[in-house]
């Protein structure tokens, strides 16, 4: 029964989605266009992965305000050791972001399945550690575009068939982590331990693991997204990413996924990112300001949590109707 419902949010969002597009087109015909469609989905294409780390992380009831500063942090260490060394192959600087971005995702996971503390405060703190790193790092200085090698700068930006390296890394990294949750071991105890921690522990998960494991996954994309971030944009600033937690925490509740943990679907997700991608491409278009665009998100997450709220009350008082039967 809750999958159906699931489903249901899902087909509804995906009709939402159209008929935005649609009012949107009729608003401003610009918006209707295979370019624009290309530029709205390569803007969205390093918030969908990101996106997909924060999903597993509140799929164990909990949460990851660090993602934002982990890009920046990732992105500027990569950005700077190319300016200063150009002779280093690309793809060792691709690992190199993976296992930055993986480290910091590792101390995260660390500080909440062996101390246990709370994946709220932890992020918290490790977001200003972070942030602060990358200023230090940085000397508050940028990485222009100038001191990009081309090479460096076309990685996300090649590609064939009209898609991009950028794009095809977001639809490859989407279908592995919904191949992982839906059909490894592993995933499927991320789902059993945020829906009941208690009854997991019963049962054998390694808690320690299936806690640590979310945010490890989650640092290692945010590393590679720190390096198509500084590559795509061709400049490693010191505020890149800012305010980037609370893009991914709107495209996961947007997309059904429950804060309580336990229920979502990789593809919920992306329709979330994917309605997010549209309705901050027509705010530019039709000239709307960046501060409107910052509360209307707020407000989007506002109002997904009171719907997936009511929809899991419904859906609790609905079981326990058919048990009492």
Same mark, same amino acid.
């Given at each position: 029964? @809750?999958?159906?419902?699931?489903?249901?949010?899902?087909?509804?969002?995906?009709?939402?989605?159209?008929? &935005?597009?649609?009012?949107?087109?009729?608003?401003?015909?610009? !918006?209707?266009?295979?370019?624009?469609?290309?530029?709205?989905?390569?803007?969205?294409?390093?918030?969908?992965?990101?996106?997909?780390?924060? @999903?597993?992380?509140?799929?164990?009831?909990?949460?990851?305000?660090?993602?934002?500063?982990?890009?920046?942090?990732?992105?500027?260490?990569?950005?700077?050791?190319?300016?200063?060394?150009?002779?280093?192959?690309?793809?060792?600087?691709?690992?190199? $972001?993976?296992?930055?971005?993986?480290?910091? /995702?590792?101390?995260?996971?660390?500080?909440?399945?062996?101390?246990?503390?709370?994946?709220?405060?932890?992020?918290?703190?490790?977001? /200003?550690?972070? %942030?602060?790193?990358? !200023?230090?790092?940085?000397?508050?200085?940028?990485?222009?575009?100038?001191?990009? $090698?081309?090479? @460096?700068?076309?990685?996300?930006?090649? #590609?064939?068939?009209?898609?991009?390296?950028?794009?095809?890394?977001?639809?490859?990294?989407?279908?592995?982590?919904?191949?992982?949750?839906?059909?490894?071991?592993?995933g499927r105890e991320i789902y059993g331990v945020g829906g009941n921690e208690i009854a997991s522990q019963y049962v054998g998960i390694n808690l320690k693991k299936i806690k640590y494991l979310p945010f490890m996954l989650? /640092?290692?994309?945010?590393?590679?997204?720190?390096?198509?971030?500084?590559?795509?944009?061709?400049?490693?600033?010191?505020?890149?990413?800012?305010? !980037?937690?609370?893009?991914?925490?709107?495209?996961?509740?947007?997309?059904?996924?429950?804060?309580?943990?336990?229920?979502?679907?990789?593809? #919920?997700? &992306?329709?979330?990112?994917?309605?997010?991608?549209?309705?901050?491409?027509?705010?530019?278009?039709?000239?709307?300001?960046?501060?409107?665009?910052?509360?209307?998100?707020?407000?989007?997450?506002?109002?997904?949590?009171?719907?997936?709220?009511?929809?899991?009350?419904?859906?609790?008082?609905?079981?326990? %109707?058919?048990?009492?039967?």
């Amino acid at each position: 029964m @809750f999958e159906k419902v699931l489903k249901k949010r899902e087909f509804t969002l995906f009709v939402l989605l159209v008929f &935005l597009i649609v009012i949107i087109s009729l608003r401003s015909p610009r !918006f209707l266009n295979i370019a624009n469609f290309r530029d709205i989905l390569d803007d969205t294409a390093l918030l969908a992965m990101v996106a997909m780390g924060q @999903f597993m992380v509140i799929l164990i009831a909990g949460i990851d305000l660090s993602v934002g500063a982990e890009v920046a942090l990732a992105g500027m260490s990569v950005a700077l050791l190319h300016q200063y060394h150009p002779e280093i192959p690309i793809f060792a600087i691709v690992l190199l $972001s993976i296992l930055i971005g993986f480290s910091l /995702g590792s101390f995260n996971g660390i500080l909440v399945s062996l101390l246990g503390i709370p994946p709220i405060i932890v992020t918290l703190g490790t977001m /200003g550690i972070y %942030r602060g790193f990358v !200023f230090v790092v940085s000397g508050g200085t940028w990485v222009s575009a100038h001191e990009m $090698s081309d090479a @460096f700068k076309n990685l996300p930006r090649g #590609g064939f068939l009209g898609v991009s390296n950028l794009l095809f890394a977001a639809i490859l990294c989407v279908i592995i982590f919904g191949i992982f949750l839906k059909y490894t071991r592993a995933g499927r105890e991320i789902y059993g331990v945020g829906g009941n921690e208690i009854a997991s522990q019963y049962v054998g998960i390694n808690l320690k693991k299936i806690k640590y494991l979310p945010f490890m996954l989650t /640092g290692s994309i945010c590393g590679l997204v720190g390096l198509l971030w500084v590559a795509r944009y061709a400049s490693a600033q010191s505020d890149t990413a800012l305010g !980037f937690n609370l893009q991914t925490i709107a495209a996961c509740v947007v997309g059904g996924v429950s804060i309580f943990g336990g229920s979502g679907t990789t593809l #919920g997700v &992306l329709l979330g990112v994917l309605l997010l991608g549209v309705i901050n491409n027509a705010l530019t278009q039709i000239n709307i300001s960046p501060f409107w665009q910052m509360g209307l998100q707020g407000l989007i997450i506002l109002v997904a949590v009171i719907i997936n709220t009511i929809m899991e009350r419904r859906t609790q008082e609905l079981i326990i %109707r058919r048990r009492n039967l």
